[in-house]
């Protein structure tokens, strides 16, 4: 009767974990909230979007309906039937058809097998009211905090305290994080007319590509993208200027938007795909319109099967509907606050809003430093992308990047799943007490690292000693308690849990984490490597405590990642799996032990 009893128990705790490990990754499909059209002006292009995989004798068959379509007009035939194309790998095509046929183009194509979207292609801009600036700010002494950065003009960069940076860069600066800032492009290069920014001169680069010329120099002739990218990665402590969110993160410049600020939707939705193919972790898009595009959130949700963050600014309206790609549900939409933590009185608000985040308020000088309460950042003088300054811009264009550099030090601390980035965005933010109007709240960004760091390594340790003292009580085990433990707690990530940054030291990365970069082969080696480890050194008297312990390190962190995913290892039923390899790793160190 007393086993009957413990094996229901056991079947009721594993049925429950399933459930619960299904159910922590459903994604809640939120209908568009398509607004009015008329503030984003169109191209004259219809945008199509194909599946990825269609084949030439389908192409073939839309090719016949376009042909067909703008008949009686003179069409070509074949591929040039297409029009543009704007990326191979998206199947993303724009046909510039006369005005008269765009709706019969429409018509034809919509409902059609293989196109996944059909639309008037419009253009989005860089939110009103960005550029305001503030030049030549004073030297002084820089600001408080556990680092202190050497950066002359950090004293202004009021922003930077007030999500917590000083003492988040204790912990992960964004070492190997690539983030791409899809905008006007970055002064990120000596060449011609274009100088690189003198405060990005410490800064990494990886290859990019313009949209705009088509070329692989995404130069910036406008100044707001590298503003953007500045906030995201600065040169940091290095005795000039400012410094960045993430300064040991890479820029990835992506160039959608002309010298004007405007872009078509081609491009921004072929610079995403772009980007998400070619290693970016993060994406920040500080631009946007009241128009929904269905090719950019399929190029967004692209971007997340991939694994990548997206971060999307919430737009400058000043009314209650966050603007796309802020409102997307795969984008973290974020709003902007000022210095005293209120609402900016241009920042878009309402239910798609997901966190806020500094982005000034030039009218006041709140923090009483001698410069209006703007985001301070090295960019190119407006006109003359070889002249640089420092300028204080405001809007929800300089929010988003403070988001993607805090992304970006997330990412850098093992944490690859895109939901579970936005999770620990939310859940740490500092609650204003008005989703409306704030989303989760104010990010804070050592309060996100600790939660991805310290609190969740000493959940997976937690889970992996509890799988060792079960186990080892039932067993009536006292030898070898502590090869045992010391095994669990270094494989399960519990190390990561102590106080690194006490002694000037990051936090390390959980020894497992790395089996998010395999995606479903992560989830086979999760198998393989209990199995193998008994395999290989069961033999082996001495080595069985420790081998016992892996084993229940390997149960602690599967189980732990199961309920509460950070790993891109797949959809909802990636869940059950790994119930399934925490209990296999748990039967397997019990039986190392048990003989």
């Not at 429409?106 to 409902?111: H, K, Q």
């Not at 579970?420 to 965005?425: G, H, T």
């Not at 998010?516 to 290989?536: H, T």
Request: hydrophobic share 45%; glycine share 12%.
């Amino acid at each position: 009767m007393r086993n009957s009893w413990k094996l229901g128990a056991l079947v009721v705790g594993l049925a429950a974990g399933v459930w619960m490990s299904i159910d922590v990754r459903s994604v809640e499909d939120a209908a568009p909230d398509v607004a009015s059209e008329a503030a984003d002006r169109p191209t004259g292009r219809v945008l199509i979007d194909l599946d990825d995989d269609t084949s030439a004798s389908e192409r073939d068959a839309i090719e016949g309906l376009i042909h067909d379509a703008i008949a009686p007009f003179d069409w070509p035939e074949g591929d040039e039937a297409m029009g543009e194309l704007l990326s191979d790998p998206a199947e993303l095509y724009a046909v510039e058809a006369p005005a008269s046929e765009i709706r019969d183009v429409l018509v034809a194509l919509r409902g059609a097998e293989d196109v996944e979207a059909v639309e008037v292609e419009r253009e989005w801009s860089i939110p009103s009211g960005s550029f305001a600036s503030v030049e030549n700010a004073a030297d002084g002494e820089t600001a408080r905090g556990p680092f202190r950065p050497n950066d002359p003009y950090y004293k202004h960069q009021w922003h930077l305290d007030q999500i917590q940076m000083p003492q988040a860069w204790l912990r992960n600066r964004g070492e190997g994080v690539v983030v791409a800032v899809i905008d006007t492009g970055v002064s990120y290069r000596n060449g011609g007319r274009f100088k690189q920014a003198p405060d990005l001169a410490a800064t990494r680069f990886v290859p990019g590509y313009d949209f705009v010329e088509n070329d692989n120099t995404p130069d910036d002739e406008h100044g707001h993208g590298t503003h953007v990218a500045g906030t995201v990665a600065q040169s940091t402590n290095n005795n000039l200027g400012v410094a960045g969110v993430a300064p040991e993160a890479a820029i990835m410049p992506i160039r959608v938007l002309d010298r004007r600020g405007a872009g078509a939707w081609g491009g921004v939705a072929a610079g995403i795909r772009w980007a998400a193919d070619n290693g970016a972790d993060v994406i920040n898009l500080s631009l946007g319109g009241s128009t929904r595009s269905s090719a950019i959130s399929n190029a967004i949700a692209h971007a997340h099967r991939k694994g990548v963050v997206v971060v999307a600014a919430a737009g400058n309206t000043g009314r209650g509907r966050v603007q796309y790609p802020g409102a997307d549900r795969f984008a973290i939409g974020v709003g902007a606050v000022r210095f005293d933590e209120s609402l900016s009185f241009y920042s878009s608000y309402g239910r798609n809003l997901d966190v806020v985040a500094p982005g000034g308020d030039l009218r006041v000088d709140q923090n009483a430093d001698g410069l209006p309460d703007g985001v301070l950042q090295n960019t190119i003088l407006r006109g003359n992308p070889a002249r640089h300054d420092y300028l204080a811009f405001q809007g929800t264009s300089m929010a988003a990047p403070h988001v993607a550099g805090v992304a970006a030090l997330i990412r850098a601390s093992g944490v690859q799943d895109p939901a579970a980035v936005e999770r620990i965005l939310q859940e740490t933010a500092k609650d204003k007490r008005d989703r409306h109007r704030y989303g989760a709240g104010l990010i804070q960004a050592d309060a996100a690292l600790r939660a991805a760091t310290r609190d969740l390594g000493a959940t997976r340790g937690a889970a992996g000693f509890a799988f060792a003292a079960l186990i080892l009580i039932g067993l009536r085990r006292r030898e070898n308690l502590v090869p045992t433990l010391a095994a669990t707690g270094v494989v399960s990530g519990a190390a990561t849990a102590l106080p690194w940054s006490w002694i000037g030291l990051a936090a390390p990365v959980a020894p497992l984490a790395w089996l998010g970069s395999l995606g479903g082969f992560g989830l086979l080696a999760l198998f393989v490597l209990p199995v193998g480890l008994v395999g290989l050194f069961y033999g082996k008297r001495s080595l069985r405590p420790w081998i016992a312990g892996a084993c229940f390190g390997v149960a602690g962190f599967a189980a732990v990642e199961a309920l509460v995913p950070t790993l891109a290892l797949g959809g909802a039923f990636v869940g059950p799996v790994l119930v399934g390899a925490a209990v296999l790793a748990a039967v397997l160190g019990r039986q190392v032990l048990s003989r």
